[in-house]
T-cell receptor, first 117, second 110 residues
Framework: NAGVMQNPRHLVRRRGQEARLRCSPM?????VYWYRQLPEEGLKFMVY????????ESGMPKERFSAEFPKEGPSILRIQQVVRGDSAAYFC???????????????FGEGSRLTVL | RKEVEQDPGPFNVPEGATVAFNCTYS??????FFWYRQDCRKEPKLLMS???SGNEDGRFTAQLNRASQYISLLIRDSKLSDSATYLC???????????FGTGTRLQVFP
């Protein structure tokens, strides 16, 4: 049973370009979360999606960032017109159910490290 | 004020030592609490849940004090392989998301 798969693992973009990060959840998991981790900082929640629905996007910046989780295919985190401050590790996590309070277990991918030049 | 606060460390301890980490959370309505472990440049992984009655898993003991909004993790007989960053995690209120602290780094030396 493959774990959460993220790609690319490393991405370099110049300012103003677009970055697309992909996440395939574990088999059977329909809940996907995106977190951002800046150097020397903690994981910051960005968005929570279920298939075809955004459930909670309270952590997403208002501009340039968007996320989707289509019926078929991976979840995508898209960052338009990247700036240096977007350089970070972006982690995707999945869960087979909501109500994380029950187990607290999110299964994380290895992350996508974005560097903006 | 941060929702979850931790001492960033690092805690440098010799093998065999006992070490304790603390964490405070700001929202008294938070319901569930966990410790995650993150190795350098790796993904976080669930270490254990934290219950009001306290819980133990081998060399690891977690405790929760709801009145003080305080969570602790105790590691006994530290191993070199325990070197990692330990993340204190709470669930959001009325939301299905986990809120992570910035982590406490542990370095166990021979």
């Amino acid at each position: 049973n493959a774990g959460v798969m993220q790609n690319p693992r490393h991405l370099v973009r110049r300012r103003g370009q677009e970055a697309r990060l992909r996440c395939s959840p574990m088999k059977g998991h329909s809940h996907v979360y995106w977190y951002r981790q800046l150097p020397e900082e903690g994981l910051k929640f960005m968005v929570y999606l279920q298939k075809e629905n955004i459930i909670d996007e309270s952590g997403m910046p208002k501009e340039r960032f968007s996320a989707e989780f289509p019926k078929e295919g991976p979840s995508i985190l898209r960052i338009q017109q990247v700036v240096r401050g977007d350089s970070a590790a972006y982690f995707c996590a999945s869960s087979p159910w909501a109500q994380l309070g029950r187990t607290g277990e999110l299964f994380f991918g290895e992350g996508s490290r974005l560097t903006v030049l | 004020r941060k929702e979850v606060e931790q001492d960033p460390g690092p805690f440098n301890v010799p093998e065999g030592a006992t070490v304790a980490f603390n964490c405070t959370y700001s929202n008294s309505a938070s319901q569930s609490f966990f410790w995650y472990r993150q190795d350098c440049r790796k993904e976080p992984k669930l270490l254990m849940s934290v219950y009001s009655s306290g819980n133990e898993d081998g060399r690891f003991t977690a405790q929760l004090n709801r009145a003080s909004q305080y969570i602790s993790l105790l590691i006994r007989d530290s191993k070199l392989s325990d070197s990692a960053t330990y993340l204190c995690v709470v669930t959001g209120v009325n939301t299905d998301k986990l809120i992570f602290g910035t982590g406490t780094r542990l370095q166990v030396f021979p």
